[in-house]
């Protein structure tokens, strides 16, 4: 029986084990919208596409699964790039599914058309507009693969209304088989510069410089979470017993309790690690890319050290620092081959005890002099503390960003997220929506700032409509916050353009959504303990039953401390104004 | 002066991927000449590169999905822009209101 375009695309969708997609419709997607009923997929109506694609995150970042997000043509393309790029940039498996055009129109100007394929071409791993109906089964598989596979990432498919109309006689959807590359291409992927790695001598022979170092680190990024290779890694860790960190995407991997976790590394790191960092003369990393936010400035990053670097794409090496020994792969496959060579090798590692207590030392644990004595990270603590356990806390961007991985100690790989890479204000409202619905009986906390709320704060339409529990706060400092913080540092205090303080009522504007919202003030933070009546409010509303929203007033001139400077060393760090 | 040579299955959008490499570098590309060679397709592409930007751009290539090959020559000499080929490309566009079978038409679309 012949059946349309849609239809394929939709079982094609199935046949991938989706069954829940974002979007938005419009004219050139309306005909998958007409067959979504009786589908199997369940679909959710945001209130703007980038809410659809910040919510299909949200899922894909705490599943692990593919996350979908359909929009139509023209501005409903161009509103899902922030999210493509924030997918690009954080490795999250993402696809797109956008409606075109009909197929004679393309080219022409036609009423909302736009190259949504030229428009996305940097920013995602894979793209296809699909040209006949003959190809859909083939460019979905394949788009579901190259999401998936290797370092995790968008892809976009864009589909000419005609072709969601057009009908053929459809045998079932099909799985896509990657073309066999050359030997040498298959090998660069395999090793990063076409020498050998990855290979059992070259494990060796980092063995060999961890029994030469004198001050070994490890530092962890959002590689081993998404290999699904965070038991072999805290493995490693133990053996290893030298003093790691996290960057912000790597917070969870390593469970902060562990001996020698050091923490958060990088711009608001915390003072252990990036002095650790700055001082060590082996660095092994698992996963991360060591983009600018971690390194500081890459001439004086790690001045001491080599550095051994786990990733699974050899894009990632290089780009700022060059690594002496690169390991390319799957961590989930290098990590337990090199732990076990390093189990191998007979001779044990040196004992870093006096280098151990130096890194770990009571001297540099503290996280900010003064920080325990700000209300908002009392506030942070207090709602933390109060979280029941596997909770998961997604948080904008901005300083509350800050404050909440510097103070949120989760043991869950997933169970802090964040656009870490493209830091795109606006993406925890909708993505919390995404988390909600992938685990409804988890408690999902939004953090957001007053400035980033705005941003999507539409979507508070979302979670009423569906009924979804999301605990959501506001840090409501009636600035842009960061921008501010460096403004007065960097830029005598001029406040250009990041004064809040006209912000409208979030109370009333979430009751107008039918959302229960309450307000605290940060001098319910002064106390400590904190009263009966604030602890109350703060556990009345983690643990009411539906959605609510708590805006939290807070000074505005707080700041984010420790602080590396742009351009500055990790051992440079700041830890109030000057 | 650096040449490289690409060979990729030529998919959708794969050259352009491979000229956004070097784009997004903010690197000016000079000379650019694809073809098709059996099996694939090449790109030939003189750049002024650094060390460290060789080793990126070798490796951004190869993560793109139909890049098969990536080769690096010798310095080269200057491209030799064609300047017959191009000329008649740097004329303006017609105007929609001129037919493509009248005189000035045609003429301008030679």
């Not at chain 1, 404050?403 to 606006?426: E, K, N, V």
């Not at chain 2, 002024?48 to 993560?63: H, S």
């Not at chain 2, 303006?92 to 000035?104: I, R």
């Amino acid at each position: 029986m012949e059946i349309k375009g849609a239809d394929i695309v939709l079982q094609c969708l199935r046949a991938e084990g989706v069954d829940l997609v974002f979007g938005y419709p419009g004219g050139a997607i309306m005909p998958l919208y007409d067959a979504l009923e009786g589908s199997g997929v369940r679909h959710i109506l945001t209130r703007h596409e980038q809410g659809a694609i910040f919510a299909a995150e949200g899922y894909a970042r705490v599943t692990g699964k593919a996350g979908v997000a359909i929009a139509t043509s023209g501005p409903g393309a161009t509103n899902l790039v922030t999210g493509i790029a924030d997918a690009k940039m954080d490795s999250v498996p993402l696809v797109c599914i956008t409606g075109q055009v009909r197929s004679a129109l393309i080219g022409t100007d036609a009423f909302q058309e736009t190259d949504v394929f030229g428009v996305t071409l940097s920013l995602t791993k894979w793209s296809r507009i699909v040209r006949s109906i003959d190809e859909i089964a083939d460019v979905i598989a394949e788009g579901f693969y190259w999401a998936r596979s290797g370092r995790p990432g968008p892809v976009v498919i864009d589909i000419p209304t005609d072709m969601l109309k057009a009908k053929k006689e459809f045998s079932g959807a099909v799985k896509f088989v990657p073309r066999a590359r050359p030997e040498k291409a298959e090998k660069h992927a395999a090793n990063g510069n076409g020498n050998a790695a990855g290979k059992p001598n070259r494990f060796d022979s980092i063995v060999a410089m961890l029994q030469k170092a004198q001050r070994p680190v490890a530092l962890v990024g959002a590689g081993a979470k998404l290999s699904g290779a965070i038991p072999e890694l805290r493995r490693l860790l133990d053996d290893l017993n030298v003093p790691s960190f996290a960057t912000v995407h790597g917070l969870g991997a390593v469970p902060p309790q562990a001996p020698h976790y050091l923490g958060m590394v990088g711009m608001h790191g915390t003072r252990a690690a990036n002095m650790a960092l700055h001082e060590t003369d082996l660095l092994l990393v698992f996963g991360a890319r060591l983009d600018d936010r971690v390194t500081g400035d890459p001439s004086r990053f790690a001045p001491f050290a080599k550095i051994v670097h786990f990733e699974i794409d050899p894009a990632q090496l290089d780009r700022v620092r060059a690594c002496e020994i690169p390991v390319v792969g799957d961590l989930a496959e290098t990590i337990p081959a090199f732990h076990k060579a390093m189990r191998n090798a007979g001779s044990s590692l040196p004992d870093w005890n006096e280098w151990r207590d130096v890194a770990c030392g009571a001297e540099r644990a503290e996280l900010d002099p003064r920080g325990l004595a700000q209300p908002t990270i009392r506030f942070l603590d207090e709602l933390f503390s109060r979280l029941p356990q596997n909770s998961v806390v997604i948080a904008d961007v901005g300083q509350h960003q800050m404050w909440a991985a510097q103070r949120y100690r989760s043991s869950s790989p997933r169970g802090f997220i964040t656009s870490g890479g493209l830091g795109a204000m606006g993406f925890a409202l909708p993505a919390a929506v995404g988390v909600q619905l992938a685990q409804p009986e988890t408690c999902v906390l939004c953090v957001s700032g007053d400035g980033g709320f705005q941003m999507n704060i539409q979507e508070l339409a979302t979670v009423h409509r569906l009924g979804l529990p999301v605990k959501m706060v506001i840090v409501d400092n009636k600035y842009l916050g960061m921008v501010r913080q460096w403004q007065q540092l960097f830029y005598q205090r001029n406040y250009a353009e990041t004064d809040l303080s006209d912000n409208p009522d979030f109370v009333e504007i979430a009751k107008a959504y039918k959302i229960p919202a309450r307000r605290l003030n940060e001098d319910a933070m002064r106390e400590f303990p904190v009263s009966q009546g604030t602890g109350d409010l703060i556990d009345g509303f983690l643990h009411s039953r539906g959605p609510e929203l708590l805006v939290f007033d807070c000074a505005p001139e707080a700041n984010v401390f420790p602080m590396v400077p742009a351009g500055a060393s990790l051992s440079e760090m700041v830890f109030e104004e000057e | 002066m650096q040449a490289f040579y690409i060979r990729y299955r030529n998919t959708q959008g794969t050259l352009m991927r491979i000229l956004n490499a070097v784009s997004r570098r903010a690197l000016d590309l000079p000379s650019v000449h694809a073809e098709a060679t059996e099996p694939d397709h090449q790109v030939t592409l003189q750049l002024e590169v650094t060390p460290k930007q060789v080793g990126q751009l070798f490796r951004e290539w190869y993560a793109i999905a139909d890049v098969t090959d990536v080769q690096t020559g010798a310095e080269l000499h200057s491209a030799k822009v064609n300047v017959e080929l191009a000329a008649p490309w740097n004329l303006p566009h017609p105007p929609a209101s001129v037919a493509g079978n009248t005189e000035e038409g045609n003429v301008i679309r030679a």
